[in-house]
Nanobody, 122 residues
Framework: QVQLMESGGGLVQAGGSLRLSCAAS??????????MGWYRQGPGKQRELVAD???????NYADSVKGRFTISRDNAKNTVYLQMNSLKPEDTAVYYC??????????????WGQGTQVTVSS
């Protein structure tokens, strides 16, 4: 089992910055953390992809955050980061970390964090 723990959410004014972190822990010696990413769910909205990154570092972003957010990861620490700059009120949401976990002999599965609240005031 791999657990994901997010941190770094909070309240910020529009135009400000926040950095989210998500660390994978647990049976990482026998399991491999593959792609990692950030999703968000705003009030009354469906969960949507914000950004994801492969183990080799190839990143993908939602159009709404391109140029403002940067995803990165530290494979040695099984940690993914999301640097969020020029935040807007519409970025307000619960942000969830997701990792694709590769097992030995049992395929792959998705692991999700518990979520961290990001609130951007106007």
């Amino acid at each position: 089992q791999v657990q994901l723990m997010e941190s770094g959410g909070g309240l910020v004014q529009a135009g400000g910055s926040l950095r989210l972190s998500c660390a994978a822990s647990g049976s990482t010696l026998t399991l491999t953390v593959m792609d990692m990413g950030w999703y968000r769910q705003g009030p009354g909205k469906q969960r949507e992809l914000v950004a994801d990154i492969t183990k080799s570092g190839s990143a993908n972003y939602a159009d709404s955050v391109k140029g403002r957010f940067t995803i990165s990861r530290d494979n040695a620490k099984n940690t993914v980061y999301l640097q969020m700059n020029s935040l807007k009120p519409e970025d307000t949401a619960v942000y969830y970390c997701k990792a694709i976990i590769a097992t030995i002999g049992r395929g792959r599965y998705d692991s999700w964090g518990q979520g961290t609240q990001v609130t951007v005031s106007s």
